[in-house]
Every structure is written in C-alpha cells, then in structure tokens.
C-alpha cells in the first residue's frame, strides 16, 4: 500500500496515504471508509478479493461524494483494452468480429470482461477453473449469473480448451502454466495472447508465439508489452480530483484506454502498450477523464 501511495506521487503528484484495514467484512470496510472520506479527494481500493469487492465499490460509489475506483478492477480492464486496442491495428482485425476468451472471473476478469463489452466487443466466452461460464452448469455464482448475460451468445460448454478453437484472443487473469503452444495453435490465424498470471504467465510468451500468437502481452516487465495498472490509475485520479467530478464513469475508462493507445504512434507486436515512464501517460489520461467530468 505504501509503494501505491510513492507511485501516485511519482506520477500524478497527488498525495496518497494508506488505509489498511484489519477487517475483511463487507460492512465494517464500507463503514470505515465513509468515516474517513471527508478527509480525502478521491478512494482508490486496493486488495480487495470477489465478490466483495463488487459490492464495496458499488456501495461506495453510491453512497460517496468523491470518485472512489477500486484498481485492481478498473486499473487493469483500462490497461488491457489499450494493449488489444493496439494489437487488433497490428494483426488487421474488427473488434466486431473478433472472438474473445477470457480466462478468470476474479475482480479483473469480471472488470475486463465488463468494459469490452462496453467498447463494444460482442462475442466473448469467459471461463473459470471448471471450464466455460455458460447456462448448462448449476454451479454459478450471482457474479457469473451476471457476466452470463454479456457473454457466451451461441452457450458453448466445455473446457478452456474447447473455448480457446478458433478464438482471435485470450485474455488471462488466473494461474500460470494453464496453456501450451500446441493450445495456441488452435486459435485464430494472427492470434492475440493477454496471459497475466504473475509471477508465472498462463503461458510464456516465448511458447506463445511458438504456437503462432502474433502478439503477446504479460503482467512482467522483464517481457514486451507489460499490462501495468499504473498507467491507468495516477491519470484517472488526477483527472477525476482536479476536474471535481463525483464519479469514474465507463465512459472516462474507455477515454483513458483511448488515450493511452494513441501514445503508441507505430504499434508492433513487441510496442503495443505505452511504458510506465513516458511522460505523456499521465497527462493524457487525466485529460481524456476531465473531458467527460461532470462535477
């Protein structure tokens, strides 16, 4: 929490302190944050694990006059849409006709999952440790229940692998070492890999691309194209507080992947998402968050 608050300073200079709460109750972390809020200009929730951490950001955001983002979701869905932004320029394909597989149901996953759909991804089949998310199993959650009524139009069941035939992208926010070339290989020609497992990939990009992916991304920097939610997060605060706007809307998530997409002028399959330390990261964000403030 500590180093969150030096990267909102380092890059947004905004002054971050670190609340850490002995609690894991929805309630008393709902409570405990209201009490503090007058003190604050913005709440970013951090570590905070599904469901509750749906239920504590939407709370929040209703309940609160100041914009409150919980980053794990939000940070990272922003991030992975300006990387396959980018990446469908490179592999010359629609984001109308591409097909999505989304490995994980997690905070990120459900965040991701939510916001391509927004910018306007139609066919997406997310999956979980027990294969695919669809209306044949009993065992859904409220949370799958809900992402089931966006995803999954023509209800395919089975594995990962069953999903993953033909697909143009997956997308992995669960464990390392889920997938190998000879998987890969049955995707879409010019396939697009997000695996973010860390600190072990979903399948490393080396054997990602020996299985024919055109691009890969990963949650490491010592790889190309790092999925790093600190390009999302000190931009989107900085933009909501100085704007004084209430809330960080979908529509200023899908401004800011836009707006970091842009940085990239030339993308490639090794140069598709901006790095940490450009200095236009943070300025574009912020300003593509103020233009739609309302405060």
Do not use: W
């Amino acid at each position: 929490m500590e180093g969150k608050a030096v990267l909102f300073k380092r890059f947004a200079n905004i002054d971050g302190f670190p609340i850490v709460l002995a609690t894991e109750d929805t309630n008393q972390i709902v409570a405990a944050v209201k009490a503090i809020a007058p003190t604050f200009g913005g709440i970013n929730l951090e570590d905070i694990s599904a469901p509750r951490c749906f239920e504590i950001e939407a709370r929040l955001k209703k309940e609160l006059s100041i914009p409150v983002m919980h980053d794990d979701q939000h940070g990272t869905a922003i991030v992975v849409l300006a990387g396959l932004i980018n990446a469908l320029i490179v592999v010359r394909k629609k984001k109308e006709s591409i097909r999505v597989v989304i490995n994980g149901v997690g905070a990120a996953g459900v965040a991701i999952t939510k916001l391509l759909r927004r910018y306007g991804l139609r066919h997406m089949v997310v999956c979980d440790s027990q294969g695919i998310v669809s209306n044949k199993r009993r065992d859904l959650t409220p949370i799958k229940k809900e992402i089931l009524k966006i995803t999954n139009r023509n209800n395919l069941s089975g594995s990962l692998l069953d999903g993953l035939k033909n697909a143009d992208i997956f997308i992995g926010v669960s464990k390392g070492n889920l997938l190998k070339a000879s998987d890969v290989a049955t995707m879409a020609k010019r396939a697009i890999v997000f695996a973010m497992a860390n600190p072990t990939p979903e399948i490393m990009p080396d054997e990602a691309k020996r299985g024919g992916a055109a691009v890969v991304a990963s949650g490491r920097s010592d790889f190309p194209n790092q999925v790093n939610n600190a390009l999302a997060y000190p931009g989107i605060f900085k933009g909501a507080i100085e704007s004084r706007t209430t809330q960080i809307t979908d529509e200023m998530k899908i401004a800011a992947a836009l707006a970091l997409a842009r940085i990239v002028k030339k993308p490639n399959p090794n140069n598709i998402i901006p790095d940490l330390f450009d200095k236009l990261v943070v300025p574009a964000v912020s300003n593509a968050v103020k233009k739609l403030a309302k405060p």
